[in-house]
């Protein structure tokens, strides 16, 4: 059995009168490690009630809570942890602000360079991708599966990988070496919900 996990990222735009409670009971359909709430083009008021509004539900479930880009509202709102790309706040920034404790993540496309230094500077994990063809982001780079299998022999630092990661392709990133598997359409966009695509997710990781 594997020991990769799911990673959910929120969709672009949510809904906060409905969506706390699809993002419980995705939650409640089986293993999820953490969730980013990663929102775009909004005000910083939004971010702030968005995190006001599903931190409990994620937290409350023992599921870590990160938001993506801003160190400042992630600590300041009592987030988990926060994941930062190359164009966003530094590394050593982001970690200034969340402290030593928090989860910092980074986003390292195909770059085996980017992730080595990220990894040395104290990265709670880095991220690889897209691997597939994605429709939440338009992706920088385009990576293969190869990566995590060097990565996980040459690092002890967790890897996930994202982009375009579905029920149907994912098999091949968990036989590769994932330790994470950060899915966004894959899961609010499954034909049969959410729950059943945390559960079918699962249920591949647990085969693989």
């Not at 630092?157 to 990661?165: E, W």
Request: net charge negative; proline share 5%; hydrophobic share 45%.
């Amino acid at each position: 059995m594997s020991d990769c996990r799911l990673y959910l990222i929120t969709p672009p735009k949510i809904d906060l009168a409905t969506f706390p409670a699809l993002l419980a009971s995705a939650l409640d359909a089986g293993d999820v490690a953490c969730v980013q709430l990663r929102l775009k083009d909004v005000g910083d008021d939004v971010i702030r009630r968005a995190i006001d509004a599903l931190r409990p539900v994620v937290q409350g479930r023992e599921v870590a809570f990160i938001l993506n880009d801003r160190p400042d509202l992630a600590a300041a709102g009592g987030c988990d942890g926060v994941h930062v790309g190359q164009d966003d706040t530094p590394y050593a920034q982001a970690r200034k602000i969340m402290g030593r404790d928090a989860i910092v993540g980074v986003t390292c496309h195909d770059s085996r360079h980017l992730a080595m230094v990220a990894g040395e500077d104290g990265a709670d994990y880095v991220a690889f991708g897209a691997f597939f063809d994605t429709t939440t982001k338009d992706p920088k780079a385009r990576a293969e599966p190869e990566i995590l299998s060097w990565w996980q022999e040459m690092m002890e630092v967790p890897c996930v990988a994202i982009g375009g990661i579905t029920v149907e392709n994912c098999a091949v990133l968990v036989d590769a070496g994932a330790d994470f598997l950060a899915v966004s359409g894959g899961v609010w966009n499954h034909p049969d919900g959410a729950a059943a695509a945390v559960k079918a997710f699962n249920k591949v990781i647990a085969g693989a």
